[in-house]
């Protein structure tokens, strides 16, 4: 659980200072960089809440 919560403040970090640069330089390279990270890291947490969904079937 620690990982993931790394994982996700580097992720708000890599997001915002993506925002920030495209703010000062208007450059839309920052803002595909912060469209795909913010798209694998919603897959990468739908993923884990499928599987998470899917132990506690299995369990029961």
């Known amino acids: 659980m620690l990982l993931l919560r790394v994982i996700g403040i580097l ?3 890599t997001i915002g200072s993506s925002v ?5 330089t208007r450059d839309r390279r920052y803002l595909l960089l ?3 990270v913010t798209k694998g890291a ?3 947490a739908l993923t884990l809440l499928v599987l998470m969904a899917a132990e506690r ?3 029961l």
């Not at 920030?20 to 000062?24: I, N």
Request: charged share 5%; no cysteine.
């Open 20 to 24: 920030l640069a495209w703010l000062f």
């Open 57 to 59: 079937l299995i369990i």
């Open 34 to 36: 912060a469209g795909r």
């Open 11 to 13: 992720t708000a970090i």
């Open 42 to 44: 919603l897959l990468v």
